[in-house]
């Protein structure tokens, strides 16, 4: 079970650092304007009418307050939204026992 949380942990590190690269490349491509993709950019970069199909989805399966707290997360950063969750299963998964 720790093997499998620390791996997980590893990708969703993993996941954010490459999303923090991502936003500082294109920050120094805008020539030094601070940019932050959100989760909504991230995914709309990966399928263009994603984001809209599942939100008209959700409006018909979802009750109101659920969608706001979707809303919310959509316009997180990409970075902290895998890296928290990361460094937070990383810390529960701990160290192992010197004997294993």
């Known amino acids: 079970m720790r093997s499998a949380l620390r791996l997980i942990s ?43 199909s599942f939100k008209i989805w959700a409006q018909h399966h979802w009750p109101p307050f659920a969608l706001h707290a979707f809303d919310v997360v959509l316009t997180l950063p990409g970075w902290a939204v895998t890296g928290v969750p990361g460094v937070v299963l990383n810390f529960l998964a701990g160290r192992a026992p010197d004997g294993e």
């Not at 996941?15 to 805008?30: E, W």
């Open 10 to 52: 590893l990708v969703l590190i993993s996941l954010a650092l490459m999303l923090l690269g991502a936003d500082l490349i294109s920050s120094l491509d805008k020539g030094g304007e601070i940019t932050v993709r959100s989760v909504e950019q991230v995914w709309a970069m990966l399928s263009a009418n994603g984001v809209a």
